[in-house]
């Protein structure tokens, strides 16, 4: 059964830096893709960045630029750099893993659905003040 656990988040103001991590267990595959999706009071759940085994990685437009997702294969962590953070970027991060992940139309497009992903952690919680 394959166990996601996130950390990092807090609260920080606006133009400050967070780094979440998101360590995988209990899983078999051998390629996979990862994604940080966030989710604020009231809305919906929107996929932010992804990153697959080779290393290719894409980002949603809201967070291009600001948001660098990476891995490190030997600790089965993913990690999501966030900078120069902004208020509307307050929300609940979760980490999620897939065997395929989203279609290529949606990775073309920066748009990530949920429903594309399979196993979910229970998410850090980031806040941004202004």
């Known amino acids: 059964q394959v166990h996601l656990v996130e950390s990092g988040g807090a609260s920080v103001q606006a133009g400050g830096s967070l780094r979440l991590s998101c360590v995988a267990s209990?899983?078999?595959?051998?390629?996979?893709?990862m994604g940080w999706f966030r989710q604020a009071p009231g809305k919906e759940r929107e996929g932010v960045a992804i990153i697959y085994t080779s290393g290719t990685t894409y980002y949603s437009d809201s967070v291009k630029g600001r948001f660098t997702i990476s891995q490190d294969n030997a600790k089965n962590t993913v990690y999501l750099q966030m900078n120069n953070l902004k208020p509307e970027d307050s929300a609940m991060y979760y980490c999620?893993?897939?065997?395929?992940?989203?279609?290529?139309?949606?990775?073309?497009?920066?748009?990530?659905?949920?429903?594309?992903?399979?196993?979910w952690g229970q998410g850090t919680q980031v806040t941004v003040s202004s």
């Open positions: 209990g899983y078999t595959y051998s390629s996979y893709c």
């Open positions: 999620a893993l897939d065997t395929e992940g989203p279609p290529i139309r949606s990775l073309v497009a920066g748009t990530f659905s949920p429903s594309d992903f399979g196993d």
